[in-house]
C-alpha cells in the first residue's frame, strides 16, 4: 500500500529518506509516522506547525475537519498588583520554627486574599476549524493518514473506486501561512465545499464534564473566492483567519463558487484545489482581514513550490542530527499495529521508540521559534476551550521537559523561543521578588499563562516553589557550553544567573550550624509523608506544602552558583560577585541519605520521605543537574538510585505520563538502560494515544497510572513526548562540563545502531557507530571549541585505534575512560574496542 501511495502522490513524497553516515557506514530510512484509521476527535489528530501556527488534521474522507491554533490566542486572565508582603516573611518563617505547619501552610494564600489581591491566569483557546467536504461515490478503500517527521506534510490517502485521492497540508515556516492541496489521479474528480468555522463547541467542557459556553462571538463571511472568519473573545480579544480557495483543471485556475449560505465556498469537477489559510490573533478584524487578503492573493498558488521552500527550511532542522537503534525491523508498521504489539505486553519495539525519538523532535521544531512564546502543556495544539490546567507554563517540571532535547539535539533555533520569552518578563519577575519576598532578583511563578510574568496563584504548592527561576537558568549556562557562544554568555546567560543569585543571596538564611537553610521551600507538589495534618476546627485534613531545605532548592542554587563562578571566570568579569558566590557556595547544607539508604527528599527531621508521588525532584543533583556523577560523589549517586527504585515499585501508580518519561532520564543518567527502557514501555502501554500524543495518565483506568480525568479524558499533554527524545538522548550520548560518556546507558535490546552530530556540553559534535557483539565502537568528534575532556566509555577499552592517537591519553579514573585534548574546529576518528 505505501508504494501505491508515493505514486499517486506524485512528487510529495510520503517520507523522504535521511542518510545517517559514521566513517563509510551509510543506513537509509523513512522518518515519520501512518495511521490506517482516521481521528475520533481532535487529540487524535496528527500535528503540523510553524513554531506559532499549529494544525490539527483529523483525516476524514467525506467531511474534513482541520483545527487551527496560534500561541498566542489565551484569555479570561486577570492581573492584579501584588500586595508588599515582604513583613509577612519573617511571620511565616517563624510559624515552622515553632511547627506550626498548618498555619503556615495557608498563612500566604489568607494574606494576598485579605489584602485583596484576585489574579487568574488566562486560557489557552483554540483558533478556529477548517471544514471541508469532499464528495465521494462508492465506500473508500485503502485509507492511510501520513505525517513526514522531515517536512511537517500530514498527507490523508484514500480511493474511491477506481479514484485516488491525496489531501495535503503544511504550515509554512517562510511564508506563516497554512496550505492544503485536494487532488486526485483522475481528471475533473474533485468536487466539495470549504469553509472557515468556530471550532467545535463540543469541546468546550469543564474539568467536571459539564458543558459552557466560552462567550466568543463569531461571524464567517464567502466571497470572490475567500472565506473570512471574524471571532471576539470573551474578554474582548479580536482573532480568526482568511482562507483563499483556488480551483485547477486542465492545468487552469478555475472559478470557485460562493454557495447560497454565503458562508461557504464550492468546487466542482476539478482536478486539484489549493486552499491558503492564514490566522491573526489579538488584532482587530478590520485592519487583519484585508491584510491577509491581500497577502494571500499576492501568493502564486502553487502547491509544490510553497511546499518545497518550507521543507527545506525545516528539513534542515530536523536532520541536523539522526540516530538508528532499528537496524533490522520495519519501519513501516503503522501507529495501531505498533500499540497493539506494545499492549500485548511484548516490551516497546525499537522501530516504535525510533519514532517516539523524532516524533519529538519534530513536535519541538513545529511548537517552539525565535521570538515566539514557548510550547505549553500541550505545545501549540489543544482543541479545549477550557484545557487541562489552562493549557498553561508549567515551571516546576513540564517547561523544562520541553526543552530538555533542544540543545543536545542541535536545535538551538527553537531554544530561542525560551530566552526570547523569559528574557522579555524580567522586570515582572523582578516586581514579583520584591513584592512577595521583599528581596532583589527574581521569582518566576511556576505557573503562568504567556501574556504576564506577574504571579497569579496563590496555592500554597504554588507560591512557595521559589526555584522556578534557578532551573531555568541552567539552560542559560548550557547554551554557553553546548555551543561555545561567549557573546550569549556575557549578554544573556550572566545577567540572567546574576537575577537568579540576588534572590538567593537575600532569601537564604543561616541556620544554627552555619549553613544555609531555604525556607519557605518546596518540593514541587509533594507533601512529607508525615505532614497530613487534620484541621481541628474543620476537620479537614491538609497536605503540608509549605516545607524546608527541600533538596531540590538546595542543589538548584548550587547549581546557580557554580555555573556563574564559573562563567564569570571564563569572561573575567564581577570579581567581587564571584568572591561572594563562593563564601555562599561553602555554605551550603550537605545532602543527605535515609534510613533505607535513599537520597533525602528535604533536609530537615520534620519533613520524613514520601516515595508514593509522581515528582522525583530530590534527584535534581543527578538529574536533570550534572553536579553528581558515579565518579563525583558515587555514594550520593547511589542514593539517587535508591529513591528512584522506590518511586518505580512502591510509587507505581502515582506516576504519570511525564514522570515516567523523567524516570526514563534519569535511570539514563544512573547508567541503566535497561530499566530507562522499562520505564518507556510503560509510558508507550500507559499513556499514547493512536497518533503517538502522550497523556497524564492512563485514560483506560488500567492501573498503571495516577486515575485522573479532566472533561471526557485523560488530560493531554506533550511533556512526555518530549521528554521521551530527551532520555532516549541522553542513553545514547551525555556530557556534563567535563565529561564525554558514550552509551552510557545502552539497553541489552540495543545491540547495535548509529546517531549522528549530537551535541554536548564539552563542546565536542559526537557521532558514534556501534556493535556490542563485536565489542566495537567507531567514533568521530568535531570541536567547536578548544576543549579537554574526559571521555568514558560502557566497558573497558581494550584497544583504540585513531588518526589523532597523539591527542588521546589514559586516564587516571581507569580503563574506561581517555582524556582528550582538542583544538577548535579539531576532528578525531577513532575505532574502539571493549573489553
Known amino acids: 500500500m505505501l508504494n501505491r501511495i508515493s505514486k499517486i502522490l506524485a512528487g510529495t513524497a510520503l517520507f523522504s529518506t535521511s542518510l545517517l553516515s559514521i566513517g563509510q557506514a551509510e543506513v537509509s530510512y523513512r522518518r515519520g509516522m501512518t495511521l490506517l484509521t482516521p481521528a475520533d476527535q481532535w487529540r487524535e489528530a496528527l500535528p503540523s506547525g510553524n513554531g506559532t501556527v499549529g494544525a490539527l488534521v483529523y483525516g476524514a474522507v467525506n467531511a474534513e475537519r482541520v483545527l487551527f491554533n496560534h500561541n498566542e490566542l489565551w484569555y479570561g ?5 501584588v500586595p508588599d508582603m515582604s513583613a509577612e516573611l519573617p511571620v511565616v518563617r517563624q510559624l515552622m520554627l515553632d511547627g506550626e505547619y498548618l498555619e503556615a501552610n495557608d498563612y500566604y494564600r489568607k494574606k494576598l486574599g485579605e489584602k485583596g489581591f484576585s489574579a487568574r491566569n488566562a486560557m489557552y483557546h483554540p483558533a478556529f476549524d477548517v471544514l471541508l467536504t469532499t464528495e465521494t461515490q462508492q465506500i473508500f478503500k485503502d485509507y492511510s493518514r501520513t505525517v513526514d517527521f522531515e517536512t511537517g506534510e500530514v498527507v490523508v490517502n484514500w480511493r474511491d473506486g477506481d479514484t485516488e485521492y491525496a489531501r495535503s497540508l503544511f504550515v509554512s515556516i517562510p511564508d506563516g501561512i497554512s496550505v492544503m492541496q485536494i487532488r486526485a489521479n483522475q481528471a475533473g474528480s474533485v468536487s466539495g465545499d470549504v469553509t472557515l468555522d468556530i471550532h467545535d463547541l463540543k469541546d468546550a467542557i469543564q474539568q467536571n464534564g459539564d458543558y459552557f459556553d466560552p462567550g466568543f462571538k463569531y461571524k464567517t463571511v464567502a466571497e470572490d473566492g475567500f472565506v473570512e472568519f471574524m471571532a471576539d473573545g470573551s474578554d474582548g480579544g479580536e482573532f480568526g483567519g482568511v482562507l483563499r480557495a483556488v480551483a485547477f483543471k486542465d492545468g487552469k485556475a478555475k472559478a470557485v463558487l460562493n454557495v447560497t449560505d454565503e458562508t461557504h465556498l464550492h468546487f466542482n469537477n476539478v482536478d486539484e484545489v489549493v486552499l491558503l489559510i492564514a490566522i491573526y490573533a489579538n488584532e482587530a478584524s478590520e485592519t487583519a482581514v484585508p491584510r491577509l487578503k491581500d497577502q494571500l492573493a499576492n501568493l502564486k498558488p502553487n502547491y509544490a513550490a510553497l511546499f518545497e521552500r518550507h521543507a527545506e527550511m525545516h528539513r534542515a532542522k530536523f536532520n541536523s542530527i539522526g540516530i538508528d537503534i532499528n537496524t533490522t525491523e520495519d519501519r513501516s508498521t503503522s501507529n495501531e499495529h505498533l500499540l497493539l504489539d506494545a499492549y500485548s505486553g511484548n516490551a516497546a519495539s525499537t522501530e516504535l521508540l525510533e519514532k517516539l525519538f523524532d516524533y519529538g523532535r519534530y513536535l519541538l521544531i513545529s511548537s517552539s521559534t525565535a521570538g515566539g512564546y514557548p510550547p505549553g502543556l500541550q505545545g501549540i495544539w489543544n482543541g479545549d476551550y477550557r484545557a487541562p490546567w489552562s493549557g498553561l507554563y508549567g515551571i516546576n517540571e513540564n517547561l523544562q521537559m520541553n526543552y530538555w532535547q533542544a540543545l543536545p539535539g542541535n536545535l538551538q533555533e527553537s531554544m530561542m523561543a525560551f530566552y526570547d520569552y523569559f528574557d522579555a518578563h524580567l522586570d515582572e519577575f523582578r516586581y514579583n521578588a520584591k513584592q512577595l519576598w521583599g528581596t532583589e532578583g527574581i521569582y518566576i511563578p511556576p505557573f503562568m499563562s504567556p501574556e504576564s510574568g506577574v504571579m497569579r496563584m496563590t496555592a500554597p504548592h504554588v507560591v512557595h516553589w521559589t526555584d522556578a527561576a534557578g532551573w531555568l537558568a541552567s539552560f542559560y549556562y548550557d547554551y554557553y557550553l553546548f555551543t561555545g557562544d561567549a557573546e550569549f554568555l556575557e549578554e544573556r546567560a550572566i545577567p540572567f544567573m546574576k537575577e537568579v543569585a540576588l534572590f538567593y543571596e537575600d532569601y537564604a538564611v543561616l541556620g544554627e550550624d552555619g549553613t544555609y537553610v531555604f525556607f519557605p521551600s518546596q518540593s514541587p507538589e509533594n507533601q512529607p509523608a508525615d505532614m497530613m495534618i487534620e484541621d481541628p476546627k474543620t476537620g479537614r485534613v491538609t497536605k503540608i506544602k509549605v516545607q524546608m531545605n527541600s533538596t531540590i532548592a538546595v542543589a538548584i542554587c548550587k547549581e546557580v552558583l557554580t555555573n556563574l563562578i564559573r562563567s564569570c571566570e571564563i569572561l573575567n568579569v564581577e570579581a567581587e560577585g564571584v568572591a561572594r558566590w563562593k563564601k555562599m557556595l561553602a555554605l551550603m547544607p550537605e545532602y543527605q541519605i535515609n534510613e533505607d539508604g535513599a537520597l533525602r527528599e528535604w533536609m530537615h527531621p520534620d519533613f520524613t520521605d514520601n516515595y508514593e508521588h509522581r515528582h522525583q525532584s530530590h534527584i535534581y543533583p543527578v538529574f536533570p543537574g550534572n553536579e553528581v556523577t558515579e565518579e563525583s560523589d558515587p555514594e550520593i549517586y547511589e542514593a ?10 512502591i510509587g ?14 534519569v535511570y539514563a543518567r544512573l547508567g541503566d538502560g535497561d530499566k530507562a527502557l522499562e520505564a518507556l514501555d510503560i509510558l508507550t502501554r500507559s499513556c499514547l494515544g493512536k497518533n503517538f500524543f502522550t497523556y497524564h495518565n492512563d485514560w483506560r483506568s488500567m492501573g498503571v497510572t495516577l486515575p485522573f480525568k479532566w472533561g471526557q479524558s ?4 506533550m511533556d512526555a513526548n518530549f521528554g521521551i527524545t530527551a532520555a532516549i538522548t541522553e542513553m545514547l550520548c551525555g556530557s556534563t562540563v567535563d565529561m564525554l560518556r558514550i552509551l552510557p546507558a545502552l539497553p541489552t ?13 564539552v563542546g ?13 565502537i567507531r567514533l568521530q568528534l568535531t570541536a567547536g571549541r578548544a576543549t579537554e575532556f574526559t571521555l568514558k566509555l560502557p566497558r573497558a577499552i581494550q584497544s583504540i585505534e585513531s588518526d589523532q592517537l597523539g591527542q588521546v591519553q589514559s586516564s587516571e579514573l581507569g580503563d574506561q575512560y581517555r582524556v582528550l585534548n582538542l583544538d577548535e574546529n579539531q576532528s578525531v576518528s577513532m575505532t574502539i574496542h571493549l573489553r
Request: no cysteine.
Open 764 to 776: 565536542v559534535t559526537t557521532s558514534a557507530q556501534w556493535d556490542l557483539s563485536k565489542k566495537e
Open 652 to 665: 507505581l501508580q502515582s506516576q504519570t505520563g511525564w514522570s515516567l518519561a523523567h524516570m526514563a532520564n
Open 714 to 717: 485523560a488530560p493531554f499533554q
Open 640 to 649: 539517587a538510585r535508591v529513591a528512584i527504585e522506590k518511586r518505580l515499585v
Open 77 to 81: 486572565g486577570k492581573i492584579d498588583e
Open 749 to 761: 535490546k540495543w545491540e547495535a545502531g548509529q546517531f549522528k552530530d549530537l551535541q554536548t556540553r
